[in-house]
């Protein structure tokens, strides 16, 4: 089973830095994905991490600690369209069933000027 | 490639009536997933197809769901006998995985379903 916990809401500056914890516990990890969703619209993928460390794309950067069970997602350089939700997801390996992904509660980031 | 497509948008219906629901992968992707998600939650796994099998059902999922993947290419779902607890946004997403180096692409989302029960 899976436990994926992340904070409810942050708010943050036009221009500054925002880190979005995400912890998880599960018996067969196979991957952790950040999805970026805009309200009423689908989730988008922003960052993928399997083996420790921090992988940076542009202004966003994710960094995965396995042993720790725990992530985060990194965004810089604040814009206001990066107010949305973020969403942490990990991968679960399933016995003969192949890979699924399960999802956090979402963090929900207001941009202010 | 013209991305996940999801018909219809939005559907409202009265509890007790039957609903399906359409999802067109992405072309050249094998694996299809169904997810719900209320306001403020995260999506909540329903079930999910490499190409025609239906390998994982949720344990959430009552005997009222059913869905399908006939051919390999579109899906189906069904909520028989609506109850307003179902009112939530539908998504569908899809993936690719080859077998050869298990590499297994991120999930591709649709624009969802949003399904009222009133």
């Known amino acids: 089973g899976q436990n994926i916990d992340q904070p409810t809401e942050m708010t943050a500056t036009e221009g500054a830095i925002v880190q979005i914890n995400c912890t998880y516990q599960?018996?067969?990890?196979?991957?952790l994905f950040w999805y970026q969703q805009h309200a009423g619209e689908a989730p988008t993928f922003l960052s993928y991490?399997?083996?420790?460390g921090l992988e940076e794309k542009g202004r966003f950067s994710s960094f995965l600690s396995r042993s720790k069970g725990y992530s985060y997602l990194l965004l810089k350089e604040l814009q206001m369209k990066d107010s949305a939700s973020y969403l942490c997801?990990?991968?679960?390996?399933?016995?003969?069933?192949?890979?699924?992904?399960?999802f956090g509660g979402g963090t929900r980031v207001l941009v202010k000027p | 490639d013209t991305g996940v497509s999801q018909d219809p948008r939005h559907k409202i219906t009265k509890r007790g009536q039957n609903v399906t629901f359409r999802c067109d992968p992405i072309?050249?992707?094998?694996?299809l997933y169904w997810y719900r998600q209320t306001l403020g939650q995260g999506p909540e796994f329903l079930t999910y197809f490499q190409n025609e099998a239906q390998l994982e059902k949720s344990r959430l999922l009552s005997d009222r769901f059913s869905a399908e993947r006939p051919k390999g290419s579109f899906s189906t779902l069904e909520i028989q006998r609506t109850e307003q607890g179902d009112s939530a946004m539908y998504l569908c997403?899809?993936?690719?995985?080859?077998?050869?180096?298990?590499?297994?692409?991120?999930?591709?989302f649709g624009n969802g379903t949003r399904l009222t029960v009133t």
């Open positions: 997801a990990v991968r679960e390996v399933i016995k003969a069933a192949g890979n699924k992904l399960t």
């Open positions: 072309s050249e992707h094998n694996r």
């Open positions: 997403a899809s993936s690719f995985r080859t077998t050869e180096s298990s590499y297994n692409s991120p999930l591709h």
């Open positions: 991490n399997v083996l420790d």
């Open positions: 599960t018996s067969g990890f196979n991957g």
